[in-house]
């Protein structure tokens, strides 16, 4: 990085100089704690009531649905021969994207999409990636819907219950739904993935257009849910954790969301948030004299700019169109890399304390963060960098054997998964 990017940087908040990673994963892992204890935490370390010990059916079918920040999928599953198999899957938007949609709107399209499907089975794997107290029963009390997704009215409904009753109207009744979110989705899915590679010990991680991790957890330690003994996966919901200090242009991006005050996590790591992060960077990089006179108009007058794009820029892919000069090149491309690693630099603190608080990884056991979203996936500077943090930090320095896995499509047979082994 130029002496005038850091300074640039250090001078706004947004690079730290004096920021202390074991300080901040021991923070971390003592607010992950007073969640489990029910105490007052960032992390709200929800239980999901899903336990990750049982053999998953074969042949025995399931409708699954994916709601995601961005897409909605759903499709048929079933396991066989130890595979999970998905048929007749579909892909469409998120209603509440382009505009506000209601609760009902939102309900009423979830069963129009999965319709065709439950006259197959009465058993449904929902995955559902927004904040939900999951219930005892798994289903999912919504808390909020965010990433940009504005659904009216959805605080405080049972997601579950919602779509099962509407089925009923149309016909459909009995149908059971079992909510889980994307992130124990992907840690549910990866274990079937690999049930064969001798992890005893698995996380779930999403780096995309949100961010978010889960873990399994010993029965004693969830103190906030008396007489649940098993063993059972932790939604984290890391993205509301607050601990961090952030910049000035974090607190400028917290300002123009939907639910400013919240996530703090989530916005300085999660896709949905890093592009329009760096927008606000470099137009002050602009009025700082750092760019051209052009390019800094040319960066003004855009009204949005997602991650992939600032990706393409970090890579030094694109800046033709909108640099005049290598100076603005080298600032363009070093902010966006900058925020990235960044991202990479935090995620990677509340792994280490996961693997911290599940004690992951130890005496001749090997454990794996099954991870999967559009950063740790696509992006060319996240997995790496994140890959290379976690070698430092969890295996040379604390002989952790904890590896990053990164996979694609788990979501899917992992609500297939929750459901088969969490319907009883």
């Not at 009753?165 to 993935?193: C, H, S, W």
């Not at 990479?344 to 608080?357: F, I, Q, S, T």
Request: with cysteine; hydrophobic share 40%; glycine share 10%.
């Amino acid at each position: 990085m130029t002496e005038s990017v850091e300074r640039f940087l250090q001078k706004y908040g947004m690079l730290d100089p004096a920021f202390d990673f074991d300080g901040c994963v021991s923070d971390m892992c003592a607010d992950m704690r007073r969640g489990l204890n029910g105490e007052e935490s960032s992390y709200p370390m929800i239980p999901t009531f899903l336990k990750t010990s049982e053999s998953i059916p074969e042949n025995q079918y399931a409708v699954v649905i994916d709601a995601g920040g961005t897409n909605f999928r759903r499709g048929l599953a079933h396991f066989e021969n130890g595979r999970c198999i998905i048929e007749r899957i579909q892909k469409t938007k998120m209603p509440g994207i382009d505009r506000p949609a209601t609760w009902q709107e939102f309900i009423s399209f979830v069963a129009d999409e999965v319709q065709e499907l439950v006259s197959y089975t009465d058993l449904i794997g929902f995955c559902f990636s927004y904040s939900a107290e999951i219930t005892p029963e798994v289903d999912g009390k919504v808390i909020c819907i965010d990433k940009e997704v504005s659904i009216l009215g959805c605080e405080g409904k049972l997601v579950g219950q919602s779509l099962s009753e509407e089925l009923a109207v149309r016909g459909f009744p009995g149908k059971r739904v079992v909510i889980l979110n994307d992130t124990a989705a992907v840690q549910l899915g990866g274990l079937a993935k690999h049930l064969n590679d001798g992890y005893t010990a698995c996380f779930g991680q999403v780096s995309g257009t949100g961010s978010n991790t889960c873990c399994t957890v010993r029965g004693e330690q969830i103190r906030k849910v008396p007489g649940k003994a098993f063993d059972m996966i932790v939604n984290l919901e890391c993205g509301s954790y607050d601990g961090l200090r952030g910049g000035v242009f974090d607190r400028e991006l917290d300002g123009n969301t939907h639910s400013p005050g919240t996530k703090h996590f989530e916005k300085m790591t999660a896709g949905v948030y890093l592009g329009e992060l760096c927008h606000l960077a470099l137009c002050q990089a602009g009025k700082d004299g750092l760019l051209s006179n052009g390019c800094a108009e040319i960066l003004n007058a855009m009204p949005h700019i997602d991650s992939s794009l600032v990706d393409d820029w970090a890579a030094g892919n694109g800046l033709s169109e909108i640099a005049e000069n290598e100076t603005d090149i080298a600032v363009i491309s070093e902010v966006a890399r900058f925020l990235f690693r960044r991202s990479a630099l935090l995620m990677c603190a509340n792994l280490v304390a996961m693997a911290e608080l599940t004690d992951a990884g130890l005496h001749g056991e090997k454990a794996a963060i099954f991870a999967e979203g559009s950063l740790v996936q696509r992006n060319h500077f996240y997995a790496p960098e994140l890959m290379r943090l976690l070698k430092i930090h969890l295996q040379e320095e604390r002989g952790r054997d904890v590896s990053l896995v990164i996979e694609d499509g788990t979501t899917l047979p992992g609500a297939a998964a929750a459901v088969l082994m969490n319907a009883g």
